[in-house]
Antibody, heavy 121, light 108 residues
Framework: QVTLKESGPVLVKPTETLTLTCTVSGFSLSNARMGVSWIRQPPGKALEWLAHIFSNDEKSYSTSLKSRLTISKDTSKSQVVLTMTNMDPVDTATYYC?????????????WGQGTLVTVSS | DIQMTQSPSSLSASVGDRVTITCRASQGISNYLAWFQQKPGKAPKSLIYAASSLQSGVPSKFSGSGSGTDFTLTISSLQPEDFATYYCQQYNSYPRVTFGGGTKVEIK
């Protein structure tokens, strides 16, 4: 059974760096064509893709947030980590990790439950 | 980046109604279009991929169509459990996916 679970601080102060961890089970981060994304959703607003990491360690970032984001993985711990620097109240959101894979004629997304991060002094 | 525009942003409908939601891409995305359902406080749930293919376990009252830049999601007979927010997502530029703004389906 594929599961993903996000963890990290509930509250961060403006200008601080946010570090979120996604712990996965039911699959290996080293499997071919495996990839995990981070996606966020401000309260009452739409979903926004942030970053993705593949099993071969290839990374991709949102154009608008690229300067603030770093994604990494620890295969031995089955974890994907996202850091976001210089947090601002507008970054208040539920942050999801998701396993996203695309193949010839198929596409699947498994979501974590999400974790709400509030940015406030 | 590819922009996705959904309409309407919200709609009110009655149980048993047929509902259609539209999604438009800022450039052609072939059929690399997925639809998700999200209920309050929950993660999104996958409904459709490749514009018209149902994910496993999704009831056939959901259907999708379109190709290129224009897509639709139709719910054939709205049931109480279908009141939720629906999002389209393009994955033509995978892994750089983008979502529409969402359509909230409310009870009339």
């Amino acid at each position: 059974q594929v599961t993903l679970k996000e963890s990290g601080p509930v509250l961060v102060k403006p200008t601080e760096t946010l570090t979120l961890t996604c712990t996965v089970s039911g699959f290996s981060l080293s499997n071919a064509r495996m990839g995990v994304s981070w996606i966020r959703q401000p309260p009452g607003k739409a979903l926004e893709w942030l970053a993705h990491i593949f099993s071969n360690d290839e990374k991709s970032y949102s154009t608008s947030l690229k300067s603030r984001l770093t994604i990494s993985k620890d295969t031995s711990k089955s974890q994907v980590v996202l850091t976001m620097t210089n947090m601002d109240p507008v970054d208040t959101a539920t942050y999801y990790c998701a396993r996203i894979r695309r193949g010839s004629g198929w596409y699947e997304v498994y979501w974590g439950q999400g974790t709400l991060v509030t940015v406030s002094s | 980046d590819i922009q996705m525009t959904q309409s309407p942003s919200s709609l009110s409908a009655s149980v048993g109604d047929r509902v259609t939601i539209t999604c438009r891409a800022s450039q052609g995305i072939s059929n690399y279009l997925a639809w998700f359902q999200q209920k309050p406080g929950k993660a999104p749930k996958s409904l459709i991929y490749a514009a018209s293919s149902l994910q496993s376990g999704v009831p056939s009252k959901f259907s999708g169509s379109g190709s290129g830049t224009d897509f639709t999601l139709t719910i054939s007979s709205l049931q109480p459990e279908d009141f939720a927010t629906y999002y389209c997502q393009q994955y033509n530029s995978y892994p750089r996916v983008t979502f529409g703004g969402g359509t909230k389906v409310e009870i009339k």
